[in-house]
């Protein structure tokens, strides 16, 4: 596996370096010789923040944490990984099979294979409306999203909220 280091208003140390290649590289059984790993590492106030998002034909394995340091983050990130890696192993194997019992490297059980039903279904029609109308439709609301064809551009689009209170937008095109 490539791995890859980022430093965000951080730096990384050559011991976390060895630390973190290591634990990936027990993650190697799951994937061929084509994966790679990209691990970023911040600094927001008093935490620390480690993102690890692991790519294995055109699939994308994601885990963000933030703690106090990042050596402890490793515990919290690799078990989400290897948790998203089974399920979706299991799920191109077979959908209806359990995955068999297996040793694994940072959790204790197979996670569920299980996917909930679609529980609600909404048809609505879009009017083209722009941006700013978007973000006042969110507020009188109080939604944390908004979909809305975009009357500028004719695609449709997804405006949200960020956590951090700004706002994001997902064009789509076709």
């Given at each position: 596996?490539?791995?890859?280091f980022?430093?965000?208003?951080?730096?990384?140390?050559?011991?976390?370096?060895?630390?973190?290649?290591?634990?990936?590289?027990?993650?190697?059984?799951?994937?061929?010789?084509?994966?790679?790993?990209?691990?970023?590492?911040?600094?927001?106030?008093?935490?620390?923040?480690?993102?690890?998002?692991?790519?294995?034909?055109g699939?994308?394995?994601?885990?963000?944490v933030?703690?106090?340091?990042?050596?402890?983050?490793?515990?919290?990130?690799l078990p989400?990984?290897?948790?998203?890696?089974?399920?979706?192993?299991?799920?191109?194997?077979?959908?209806?099979?359990?995955?068999?019992?297996?040793?694994?490297?940072?959790?204790?059980?197979?996670?569920?294979?299980?996917?909930?039903?679609?529980?609600?279904?909404?048809?609505?029609?879009?009017?083209?409306?722009?941006?700013?109308?978007?973000?006042?439709?969110?507020?009188?609301?109080?939604?944390?999203?908004?979909?809305?064809?975009?009357?500028?551009?004719?695609?449709?689009?997804?405006?949200?909220?960020?956590?951090?209170?700004?706002?994001?937008?997902?064009?789509?095109?076709?």
């Open positions: 596996m490539k791995i890859t980022v430093e965000q208003k951080y730096k990384i140390a050559k011991r976390f370096k060895d630390v973190m290649t290591d634990k990936l590289n027990k993650l190697d059984r799951y994937f061929g010789d084509d994966a790679s790993a990209r691990v970023v590492c911040s600094k927001q106030n008093k935490n620390e923040k480690l993102e690890v998002t692991i790519t294995n034909k699939l994308l394995y994601r885990s963000e933030t703690g106090l340091n990042n050596y402890e983050n490793i515990d919290l990130a989400k990984l290897e948790r998203q890696i089974v399920r979706n192993r299991g799920k191109l194997n077979d959908k209806k099979r359990k995955v068999k019992d297996e040793s694994f490297e940072f959790l204790e059980e197979a996670p569920t294979l299980e996917l909930p039903d679609i529980y609600k279904k909404k048809t609505f029609a879009l009017d083209p409306i722009t941006v700013e109308e978007a973000k006042d439709a969110i507020e009188r609301l109080g939604h944390t999203f908004f979909i809305f064809l975009n009357a500028e551009t004719g695609h449709v689009n997804v405006l949200y909220r960020r956590n951090d209170t700004k706002y994001g937008l997902i064009e789509v095109t076709f």
